[in-house]
């Protein structure tokens, strides 16, 4: 799938990820009226809701991007209609030929952490047929609790051809509370990242690993370290846009071949249509929005790299 | 809750949790069968399958325990399915008046962490109404992303007086990769439980706070520091039985009031069945079977305690 992912960014030159995490804030009214006229204010309401956010949104940007990054807990809020339209949005995104990234931020240990890749990424045996629950391309995965977390992913990646990031640095100010700190003179994040590079050997694709970090756009100088101590691993770089990182910040986390990293940007791209410089859009044309937003994310990153 | 689980303890006069994870491979033969005539070797019949032996094993230990712990993992696993038998569960269980701690070993950053509190712990506003998702009174968290992550729990937790387990040391093999790195000469593993007492004055019970941690049965010499530095906080211990864990391991994470601890078992409950030890009940019977276990076991950790 990391090959997969690769020749998408190519074809579409845009080594960019739209996350797709609808807070029901997000959703114009009218969505949210149509929706809730069918299944009334409720759970499956507010999931029918987000899942036509979704779709209009993947409509109107498919053809410029090679991925989605669908945020679980933006689903699992609304419980189990939630989860079911998480699924549906999948299903849509890989129909339409994008790799889709769930970002679950799942760890667990030994057969626990084997269900939820199993779950998420593989194939549950069910008397004598198998089902893949959730069926997503790639899983982001929390690494605190070792080796015995992510190894039965690396199993289920293996058998599966697809991949994990796993958090090394993230985005978020407070990242440096435990992720910073000093063990033997370099930081926690460090060695993470070796761990990473260690477990992406196992399981390489053409010129990339299944295993990817992520490491937020946030921390570009900790991007720029991490880069060389993971060389094979591609880096998902959250914090674009809304969090504060800007194109310049990004060039550190890509290699000198132009690949290595995919930069996410999430109510940047679908909540587009509220911020003032995509307001002319107006809510009725919110995908619209949306879609200039991501020629305009990739234009930026685009003139970092030529830039650099 | 915290006040709740500390009466159920009182009243059981058990500090133990029963973990209600249901591989399916647990699940006795005329159980799978009876799901599987009704719904098909499909996700629906597996999720039948897990309901229906989770609701014998409730039925026959709910009056020897304060609370169960389903992980949620196990029943990712069966997809949108598998989630719906998750919260009937979760559901059921409080019927029967147990207090649930949700294994869902959720973390991340800002309203990402919210929509996990909100959706495990809290309400969620749709339009004018008001939904709980999946309603358990107790949730699992990664501190990995530090207080960004933590935090939407607490104000969740403080809004529904529920709590949060926050993982310090966990039981696995390899938990010391990153939790047992020296930072200025003590681990990282102590860092976060110093983060788990500060975190958890926020927000005080009547003698405990609503914030707890997880630290494994497997390093007993690690829980009786962590007994100390944490001296308000709950703490989950797992490993205990399958994992290596024994009852005279567990005393340094009880306080000197003989609270202050709850232990785990999952399989060598639910399971008990296929142990050389309870065989005499069968398959047919394996829900007796674990009401014995839940009786050896409060019997092993009542000695160990009073051995003390």
Redesign the interface.
Known sequence: MINKLIENIKKTNAPIVVGL?P??SYVPEHV?KAA?AEYG???E??AEAIWQFNKAIVDATYDLIPAVKP?V??Y?????P???AY?KTVAYCQEKGLVVIGDI?????????E??A???LGQ??????K????HEDFATV????????VKPFLKVCKEEKKGIFI?VK??????????D????GRP?YE??GE?VAEWGEEVMGDSYSYVGAVVGATYPEMGKVLRKVMPKSFILVPGYGAQGGQGKDLVHFFNEDGLGAIVNSSRGIIAAYRQEKYAQFGAENYADASRQAVLDMVADIDGALKAR
């Open positions: 995490d807070m029901l949210q809730f204010e409720t759970l309401g507010a945020q807990a933006m699992e809020q609304f419980g189990v939630g989860m079911a699924e931020k799942r760890g667990d240990i030994g057969s626990t952490s269900a939820y199993i779950g998420h549950v045996q069910i008397g004598s047929k089902y893949s629950g959730f929390n690494p605190y609790l070792g080796s015995d977390g958090l993230t985005s978020n100010p407070s990242s440096g509370e435990f992720q700190q000093e063990i033997n926690l060695l993470v761990k």
